[in-house]
């Protein structure tokens, strides 16, 4: 078995035959659908960011994800319906007769008790300062593991954390797309909200869909 944390971006792309794209149309419109978010979410949003700021260079993963990340993802709320979000879920697939599997740090997904189909990753958070292992190879391989276990054709967003900034990636048949980092202490908080609360309605029509089929 091969877990998700020994894989390179170079390994995936070789092995499932992926391609980057510069200019992908998927997250140019994730990306510019911009939400503004309210007078209170205004409010949590730069609180967020200065107490990010004040620590960002002291912060363990575990105190990222804990006074940062997991307050903003509360701050979009996931939560729908028939989704739900989920952390530290594993997930898994066999390939050419080998298992791939590892455990995800955050997964939105179809399911009341355990993931069903996955929709959005938010996978390898680090410290601003950590170099180790290749965060982008980590978060994509468990992204080809759920387009691949959904079977529906139908694209997976992801996004990789290194302190303050934020990437985020769409996953779309044989192409993926890779957003510099957006800055989580600057104004491009909001933007990073914004991405995240357009990414529930994309959900939310993906869910109907499914629903209705």
Known sequence: MKS???WTIEEVEETFHLVLQKHHERLIAWMTHLISPSETEEQQLTQLSEKLLDHVWDWNEEELKVYFIIPLLNLVNFEQEN???FLSRELSMTYQDE???GVVDFVVANGKRSPKRPF???HEYKKEHDSSDDPLGQLMIAMVAA?????DGHPVYGAYIMGRYWHFVV???HSYAVHTGLNATTEDRRT???VLKNTTQIIKDWDTE???A
Not at 147 to 151: A, P, R, T
Request: proline fraction near 4%.
């Open 4 to 6: 998700f944390s020994k």
């Open 99 to 101: 298992k791939i599997a």
């Open 83 to 85: 989704v739900q979000p």
């Open 210 to 212: 499914t629903i209705s």
């Open 192 to 194: 990073i909200w914004s």
């Open 147 to 151: 387009f691949k276990l959904n079977n």
């Open 120 to 122: 959005f990753f938010i």
């Open 171 to 173: 996953l779309d048949e």
